[in-house]
C-alpha cells in the first residue's frame, strides 16, 4: 500500500513504517524514514544491541534508497543519519 501511494506522488515521502512495508519502500527512495529501534531491528532482521549496531542498521537502510534515517528509542535521544553523516 504504502509503495503504491508513493507511485503516485512527486512529493517527498515520509514513512513511520518497518519490515517489509519499509523494504518495499526503499527503491523508490523516500525522504525520511523513522521506524523506532526494535522496528528497525525487525527490519534489518537482527537484534541491535549497541549504538554501533544501530548505526550499522541505519546505514544499510540509506543504502537500500531512504536519504534520511531517524530512529526513537524511547526516551534516549534521536539518533539521525542523513546526506551529511551522522546527527
Same mark, same amino acid.
Given at each position: 500500500?504504502?509503495?503504491q =501511494?508513493? $507511485?503516485? #506522488? #512527486?512529493?517527498? /515521502?515520509?514513512?513511520?513504517?518497518?519490515? !517489509?512495508?519499509?523494504? $518495499?519502500?526503499?527503491?523508490?527512495? !523516500?525522504? =525520511? /524514514?523513522?521506524? &523506532? *529501534?526494535? @522496528?528497525?531491528?525487525?527490519? /534489518? *532482521? *537482527?537484534? =541491535? @544491541?549497541? &549504538?554501533?549496531?544501530?548505526?550499522?542498521?541505519?546505514?544499510?537502510?540509506?543504502?537500500?534508497?531512504? $536519504?534520511?534515517v /531517524?530512529?526513537?528509542?524511547?526516551?534516549?535521544? =534521536?539518533?539521525?543519519?542523513?546526506?551529511?553523516?551522522?546527527?
Open positions: 500500500f504504502y509503495r =501511494l508513493m $507511485e503516485q #506522488t #512527486t512529493a517527498r /515521502v515520509i514513512l513511520d513504517a518497518r519490515g !517489509p512495508e519499509l523494504i $518495499e519502500c526503499l527503491p523508490l527512495r !523516500p525522504f =525520511l /524514514v523513522k521506524p &523506532n *529501534r526494535e @522496528e528497525l531491528a525487525m527490519t /534489518v *532482521r *537482527r537484534p =541491535l @544491541e549497541s &549504538n554501533d549496531d544501530v548505526v550499522a542498521a541505519m546505514s544499510e537502510i540509506k543504502a537500500a534508497g531512504a $536519504e534520511w /531517524v530512529v526513537s528509542d524511547g526516551p534516549s535521544p =534521536l539518533m539521525a543519519l542523513g546526506p551529511s553523516g551522522l546527527h
